[in-house]
């Protein structure tokens, strides 16, 4: 079987009569497969019994939890127990009720104990804030602490928006400069980023009042194209505070700046050219300290641990907990991206590859086929410190088991496929082929609103990329 | 940390919830497909899930959920036909499908395929139609199939080879529009 990428191919729309001759040469077989995928493909599925179905199993989930294992398990009963039985029946329903009610406070208590919240609920669907054109920087947002206000990078400047999306103002760089990485801090004062100038790059601190004003000083203007912009002509025009300058290290790169919840601390990314992606972290007193290897860290609601991301099997990236003070890390499971939210939950990125098949040969084997990568986004309850996580891994449970389904990957056929098969038949070559295409929904930039309450994301959708709004409530 | 997981396949470390929504549509879809009322269709998705539900603790993910639960929803409409036989079938497809996303002229064209489909599926042998079925309404590899029948993989592939060639047979003698 052969493998073709998007990337190789001619993205040409053949001649229309050709493909339908092409067709009429086709086998009867491959004719009457392809028909029964489409009579299939035109079977209604009921959405409404597929809903409540799932309450009803839901419901039937907990009972099932209630009854607990022993309701299915009776182990054999001896003449002596009969005999004990015999002579307990009479206070029996009694004490099956008791029993009962001790299950039930100690099954919710622990449940409260064990997890805090159950899990986290999407409430509606994602609603897009705006749209940008893509850009090889992944849009990271940063939201204000009180939520009324985001911050992304585009066009190497910093873009400030609303949380409905309305553009409030721009700040652009000096030239030949670009901004990255922005992160709020805790108490709204101040926003952080990455300088990058003529190779080199520094980690640089701006007043919030400083971004936040430049906007209503451009709003008096009466030139509607520059409405909200600022152009930042040196580094002196603006009070910067700088927090790293190293013009002399080059090829160092910073970036995923992220405060730590009492402000004190800022974790960011340092890659060397060559070298591993490391953590480090800056305290209030300018102290820095590398705490262990990976890429996107994001803090514990105590400020004492990081989930980072590293390189795992198979290109994926596996999720670690690292300890801030001792850098001991252990191994959570599959995941990216993670973001750690005030109250505990965890939400990260997981990746599957998936095949769908196109066509069929005759024998009913598959002939053409894509493969794509899929991404969707999970979330899992973490606690304080994740140590509860830690207990149930080691007990055995699987990291997803212990996750839920906050964003589906979309599953989409593209032009792109619909062309290919085109060119396949035209070619006259029906040897099994697969269409490896690019990666769909690239999970980036989440991050949670205040109290967690809802969640931001950022999804890549071909040339333009979308900022998404999640209201989630914890159930 | 996490134990070796080398030889567990991924589906068993997720939730029934979540198996739920990634199959709820490929089961309603097959049993659509194969039962010729919605109703009864959808009475025996809701079983299968129950089934699949109460018996949960007993997949041990040596394999893909998909094959474990259509063992299920094969058993269940098999034990469906056992109890209808004496009963006269209706066709229940054309009124489903106007009830769907196409116009309602597309629609009952649509409805008139399947059905037509499904007349010469119950024409062909019992175990060519489960194949068959398996095969293309629930989207099945055909090891997954083979486990789901009890049968070798190659037996059902031989199964497979001589029910298509039966089926297109079929097909063109009625003239069923296979574009």
Request: net charge neutral; glycine share 8%.
């Amino acid at each position: 079987m052969t493998e073709e990428r998007y990337d190789n191919l001619e993205n040409k729309v053949l001649p229309i009569d050709n493909f339908l001759k092409a067709k009429e040469d086709a086998n009867e077989i491959s004719q009457l497969l392809i028909h029964m995928r489409q009579v299939r493909q035109a079977v209604p599925v009921n959405r409404r019994l597929q809903v409540e179905l799932r309450k009803k199993l839901l419901e039937r989930q907990r009972e099932l939890m209630n009854q607990g294992p022993a309701g299915n398990s009776l182990p054999e009963v001896s003449k002596a127990k009969n005999h004990l039985m015999y002579r307990w029946r009479p206070r029996l329903p009694v004490i099956v009720g008791a029993l009962a009610v001790i299950m039930v406070v100690f099954f919710l208590g622990y449940g409260q104990f064990a997890k805090g919240q159950d899990h986290l609920a999407v409430v509606g669907t994602p609603q897009e804030l705006t749209r940008f054109w893509t850009e090889d920087v992944p849009l990271q947002p940063a939201i204000s602490p009180d939520g009324s206000k985001i911050v992304v990078v585009r066009g190497g400047g910093l873009v400030l928006l609303s949380n409905t999306g309305t553009q409030l103002a721009s700040l652009e760089p000096p030239a030949g400069a670009t901004f990255r990485s922005p992160a709020w801090s805790p108490n709204g004062n101040q926003v952080s980023f990455v300088l990058s100038h003529q190779g080199s790059e520094e980690i640089k601190q701006i007043a919030a009042e400083e971004l936040t004003a430049s906007g209503k000083i451009n709003r008096a203007n009466s030139e509607p194209q520059t409405l909200g912009q600022r152009t930042m002509a040196s580094q002196d025009s603006i009070a910067l505070n700088e927090t790293k300058a190293d013009d002399q290290q080059k090829d160092i790169h910073y970036s995923n700046l992220v405060y730590s919840p009492d402000g004190q601390n800022l974790a960011y990314v340092v890659n060397k050219l060559g070298e591993p992606t490391e953590i480090w972290v800056r305290s209030s007193d300018g102290q820095e300290k590398k705490i262990t290897n990976g890429d996107a860290p994001t803090w514990s609601p105590n400020g004492k641990f990081l989930v980072v991301q590293r390189p795992g099997r198979a290109k994926i990236y596996d999720l670690w907990l690292v300890n801030v003070a001792s850098g001991d890390a252990e191994i959570l499971g599959p995941g990216e991206n993670p973001v750690w939210g005030k109250s505990g939950y965890l939400a990260f990125c997981t990746e599957a590859i998936q095949e769908r098949v196109l066509t069929f040969q005759p024998n009913g084997e598959p002939q053409y086929k894509v493969r794509q990568q899929m991404a969707e986004m999970r979330s899992t309850y973490l606690g304080k410190d994740g140590s509860h996580m830690l207990k149930k891994l080691t007990a055995g449970e699987g990291w997803l088991t212990n996750s839920h389904l906050l964003v589906a990957p979309e599953n989409r056929i593209s032009g792109i496929e619909i062309n290919w098969l085109r060119q396949q038949e035209m070619s006259g070559s029906f040897e099994p082929k697969t269409l490896v295409l690019n990666e769909i929904f690239k999970c980036e930039g989440q991050v949670f609103g205040p109290e967690d309450q809802w969640l931001l994301f950022a999804r890549r959708d071909g040339d333009t990329v979308a900022l998404l709004k999640l209201n989630v409530e914890k159930k | 940390m996490t134990p070796a997981t080398q030889n567990r396949h991924p589906d068993g470390d997720l939730p029934f919830e979540e198996l739920y929504d990634r199959y709820f549509e490929q089961v309603n879809r097959y049993l659509r497909y194969r039962v010729d009322t919605t109703w009864d269709a959808d009475d025996l998705t809701t079983t299968v899930f129950m089934k699949a539900l109460e018996n949960f603790s007993k997949y041990r993910a040596e394999g893909p959920f998909s094959a474990w639960l259509f063992r299920i929803a094969h058993n269940v409409y098999v034990d469906y036909i056992r109890g209808r036989r004496e009963y006269v079938t209706n066709d229940g497809f054309l009124e489903s499908a106007v009830g769907s996303d196409d116009g309602p002229e597309q629609a009952v064209l649509q409805g008139e395929e399947i059905i037509r489909l499904r007349k010469l599926l119950i024409e062909l042998a019992p175990d060519y139609r489960d194949v068959v079925a398996l095969r293309y309404a629930a989207e099945l590899r055909f090891a997954q199939i083979a486990e789901v029948l009890g049968k070798s993989e190659s037996a059902v592939r031989m199964l497979h080879h001589r029910a298509l060639k039966q089926l297109r047979q079929r097909y063109v003698c009625e003239g069923g529009n296979a574009r």
